[in-house]
């Protein structure tokens, strides 16, 4: 893993440019010292963890993932302090739970740009909790409660079935087929779905309030205690037909490392059209806080069209966020490459 800690290098001298006076038996001593400073020079540190051949990934099943997208849209928009989103909160802690995975759910509370206390909860779905080496996978469960990007409705809630819902089905397909598959990864996993994500400010009412987006994350990472991962992957809007993820500007700048490695993964499973190789300016998402407060090098997964002033798709904040906009060719895109990650590529990491 690469970080940003400051790594003093010995320095030794250069030992072709010093000239030796050497009398008799001096000679096999001085042989013998070059001897020892050679191998202690060729020893190499310690593996983290030991080298194992690359194994069959599992295949990411994107009717599954659909069928978990689908099934989130259902309860409808799911907005802090409403039954839809109590609902669905329901459903995904029990869904974790039966798949073996630990589940925590963080309740708290939180005052909104606009004044109103939202009740929230991120729920935590750990694998081999009690593994030293773990990696962090998350996306957020709520969705907008306003169309503030639409001409219409603008201050109606979204379906967000691609900004919420499709890094959520995703999660919950890596969760189910970790417990299908008789191979299992070598490494903890935690899924996080943070809550609060899309309850930010509009354009229309700005307030004193900073930082008005990514509320879930934000409370975490402030209330993470001793937890720790080597990297960490956010998923965001990755479920939309044609969808591209370029190198976004945050994760670049935290964990460059990591996006190399998950971008490389995608191309060499032939998602290169999708995976591209363009820097594109940083956005603040839940990533953001868990590089900033958290301190976990963490990249952030979400769609990028060039086409679009808004950076990500024109179905971004407006009503046509829906079941119309999710496509099972990018679900298993993402899919797959992240599967590929947790059960080979993570290595090259940590």
């Not at 709520?142 to 379906?159: E, G, L, S, Y």
Request: aromatic share 12%; hydrophobic share 35%.
């Amino acid at each position: 893993m690469k970080n940003n800690r400051k790594v003093k290098v010995k320095s030794f001298p250069i030992w072709g440019q010093v000239k030796f006076k050497v009398k008799g038996n001096d000679v096999a001593l001085l042989a013998f010292s070059f001897l020892l400073f050679a191998c202690a020079c060729e020893k190499k540190p310690e593996k983290k963890i030991q080298e194992t051949p690359r194994v069959q990934t599992p295949a990411f099943n994107e009717d599954s993932a659909y069928s978990y997208v689908a099934k989130q849209v259902s309860f409808g928009p799911r907005v802090p302090n409403t039954i839809n989103h109590d609902q669905c909160g329901d459903y995904l802690v029990n869904f974790f739970k039966s798949t073996g995975f630990n589940v925590k759910v963080q309740e708290f509370q939180s005052t909104a740009f606009d004044g109103n206390n939202l009740r929230l909860k991120n729920i935590i779905a750990s694998y081999k909790p009690e593994a030293s080496y773990r990696i962090l996978l998350t996306a957020h469960w709520d969705t907008r409660p306003f169309a503030d990007q639409d001409t219409v409705n603008k201050n109606k809630p979204i379906d967000g079935a691609n900004d919420g819902g499709s890094g959520v089905g995703v999660l919950m397909e890596i969760a189910r087929i970790i417990q299908a598959s008789k191979l299992k990864p070598e490494l903890g996993i935690d899924i996080i779905l943070f809550d609060g994500e899309d309850y930010g400010e509009t354009q229309d009412y700005k307030g004193p309030m900073k930082d008005t987006y990514c509320l879930g994350s934000q409370y975490w990472a402030k209330n993470k205690g001793s937890y720790s991962a080597f990297f960490g992957i956010l998923l965001d809007m990755v479920g939309a037909k044609n969808a591209k993820f370029g190198k976004e500007g945050n994760s670049m700048q935290y964990a460059p490392a990591v996006v190399n490695t998950v971008w490389a993964s995608g191309q060499n499973l032939g998602y290169g059209e999708t995976f591209i190789n363009i820097r594109t300016p940083p956005i603040t998402d839940d990533h953001y806080y868990i590089n900033s407060l958290a301190r976990i090098p963490t990249i952030d997964i979400i769609e990028f069209d060039p086409d679009n002033e808004n950076y990500f798709g024109a179905y971004w904040h407006t009503h046509n966020d829906n079941m119309n906009v999710i496509d099972k060719k990018t679900l298993k895109k993402v899919g797959q490459t992240l599967l590929e990650v947790i059960y080979n590529d993570y290595k090259s990491l940590i």
